[in-house]
């Protein structure tokens, strides 16, 4: 039984989705639409701080507007959905990433199914997760993307020097 080596790139897959969105952003801005995402980050945590801040980095390279809202880690459940509810209520935001795990007193899964369906780039809410499973999110989240039936890969040929 002969089976074929598929070698992926991350660099040149990355560089190929950077160069195809950096072209939509383009196109969006000569409109007058700047996207923009939202992080929320409650709580301290050092390695949760430092996925929102390289998120927003990512945002400025791109030419996404980026905000961020960060929240004490004393935040209620209540009040970390009244701020989503706030962000999915303002049409210059376009995108929501609830920063993940939250204080274990914060209902997470409420915070999560407070963001609207448009709004949910990460595929955290249950329709957002089910979307994705059956192969039509707007947002298709990482993980089950990969495990969806839908899920294609973008292969380049092999380098030249490439070894086996």
């Not at 210059?92 to 949910?120: C, N, S, T």
């Not at 595929?123 to 089910?130: H, P, R, S």
């Not at 947002?139 to 990969?146: D, G, L, M, N, V």
Request: glycine share 6%.
């Amino acid at each position: 039984m002969k089976t074929d080596k598929l070698i992926l790139d991350g660099n040149r897959v990355a560089a190929s989705i950077k160069e195809h969105l950096a072209e939509r952003i383009r196109r969006l801005t000569e409109k007058g639409i700047v996207p923009c995402l939202a992080t929320v980050l409650v709580g301290d945590d050092p390695a949760s701080a430092t996925y929102v801040r390289m998120k927003g980095n990512a945002c400025k390279r791109l030419g996404i507007r980026s905000v961020r809202v960060d929240l004490p880690a004393s935040t209620t459940t209540e009040r970390l959905i009244a701020s989503i509810r706030q962000l999915n209520d303002d049409p210059a935001i376009h995108g929501i990433l609830l920063q993940h795990p939250v204080p274990r007193h914060i209902d997470e899964r409420a915070a999560f199914e407070a963001i609207r369906i448009d709004k949910d780039v990460d595929g955290v809410t249950a329709l957002g997760f089910a979307r994705t499973a059956f192969g039509f999110a707007d947002f298709p989240s990482c993980t089950p993307a990969r495990s969806s039936p839908s899920w294609t890969t973008i292969a380049f040929p092999p380098k030249a020097s490439t070894p086996s």
